[in-house]
Every structure is written in structure tokens, then in C-alpha cells.
């Protein structure tokens, strides 16, 4: 006698509490204070994270992919999708960004901003992406940071460079 197949619902198999995700709806996200989560939930060992760190890139149309090997999917952005975690000043060429992905850039200083919270910001990646200070890094950088009347400037051998408030 042969054997009755039935259809399984996808549904059935899936855990209790949890949701089925897409490419496009990962579940994954990055908040303001860089930290990331998986449907609301602290993603805490920091091996993923610095592997999510270093597999997040930019798509051009303003969203962000993670990439590990050939599986690749969308993640949401809340606000600065890097960190600057530390600063170097290159001779008279300027200063150095080391980012939360292990890569490097020089700081582009008209990108330069301060949020709400007195927090640095910049635009890394070819403008594609913001990225955020940390402490270190800011402490760093706000040596050659002054202020006046009208604000901070970023004070440099080719010259001062205003950081704007950040409108968001």
C-alpha cells in the first residue's frame, strides 16, 4: 500500500512568537545608538555583530544590505548605519575615519555635523551612508574643534570648515 502525501502548511513549522522573513523584510535592524536587532530583540554576541558590521553595505538607492557569502538581505537603517571608532591625523592630507566595518576613508569635513545629543556625524561610503562618533573618536577630533558665535568649526591646515547642526 503506498504512502499518503499530504501539503504541508509553511505555517505549521514555523516557531511560536516568531514570523517568516524575506530578503526584503529581514526583521534585522540597526538603531541611533548602533546597536542591532533581530525582531526586537538584542543581537548581543560580538562575534555576529562584527561580522554583520563588516558585511553591511550600502545599495545606492539609500537602503542597506547585510552580505555574508553569497546570502545577502535588507536591513533597516534608524539613523547612522557606521560608527567612527577612531580618528588619525595623515600628515597635511587630513584626518583618517576607521570605521565600525574595518574599512577606512578620510573625513570629508563639509560633511561634518552635530546632532541633537552633541554627537559628531559624517557622510562615509561616497555619501552614501552617515556615520556616528564615538566617544573616543570624538574626543579625538574635538581637539581641533572651536567654537564661537556662530557655532564649531573644524580647524584645519587648508583651512576652518563649519559643523552644521544635523536637521535630523
Not at 73 to 97: H, I, K, N, P
Request: net charge negative; glycine share 8%.
Amino acid at each position: 500500500m503506498g504512502r499518503v502525501r499530504s501539503r504541508i502548511d509553511v505555517s505549521d513549522n514555523q516557531p511560536i512568537g516568531k514570523r517568516w522573513h524575506t530578503r526584503e523584510d529581514s526583521g534585522l535592524r540597526i538603531d541611533r545608538a548602533l546597536r542591532w536587532w533581530h525582531d526586537d530583540e538584542p543581537i548581543e554576541h560580538p562575534k555576529i555583530i562584527e561580522l554583520f558590521n563588516q558585511g553591511l553595505v550600502p545599495t545606492g538607492d539609500g537602503r542597506f544590505q547585510l552580505k555574508v557569502g553569497a546570502d545577502w538581505c535588507f536591513v533597516q537603517v534608524e539613523d547612522a548605519a557606521y560608527a567612527v571608532v577612531a580618528v588619525d591625523w595623515v600628515s597635511e592630507r587630513g584626518w583618517y575615519l576607521r570605521l565600525s566595518d574595518r574599512t577606512g576613508e578620510p573625513l570629508e569635513p563639509a560633511s561634518l555635523q552635530i546632532d541633537s545629543e552633541g554627537v559628531l556625524t559624517c557622510a562615509v561610503k561616497s555619501g552614501q551612508a552617515k556615520a556616528r562618533f564615538s566617544r573616543d573618536a570624538q574626543f579625538a577630533l574635538g581637539e581641533h574643534l572651536e567654537q564661537d558665535d556662530q557655532g564649531y568649526w573644524l580647524v584645519l591646515p587648508q583651512g576652518r570648515f563649519r559643523v552644521r547642526a544635523d536637521a535630523g
